[in-house]
């Protein structure tokens, strides 16, 4: 089986070592992503929905590069640098998915790249 890297000029460009995706088989695997305007590489830090909002968009230009669609999403994982924003990161989370929701996990951190409040990564099927 070989991997294929993902990578779409929709989506921020990886701030290190890494790729935006890469896909095994029938498996994507995306990178976390944060709240990066990708035309301008700028930080969406105005309120919290908003930048859920963002790394949404971002996770779904992936997965449209990829051939897929939040309902391909298999599985999340939440980093947030506050657990009292939960509630308002879950809303706007929820409202992209339809039904038969995702696996998950969201935990706490300590900090997380470009200062920002909320990162998310995900395993999609294909």
Known sequence: MTKQIINTSNAPAPIGPYS???KVGNL???SGQ???EPATGNVISSNIA???KQVMKNILAILTNAGAGFE???KTTIFLSDMALFADVNTVYGSYFEKDFPARETVAVKGLPKNVNVEISVTAFL
Do not use: N
């Open 20 to 22: 935006q995706a890469v």
């Open 28 to 30: 994507l695997f995306i």
């Open 34 to 36: 944060v709240a990066i």
């Open 50 to 52: 908003d930048e859920t």
């Open 72 to 74: 391909h999403i298999v």
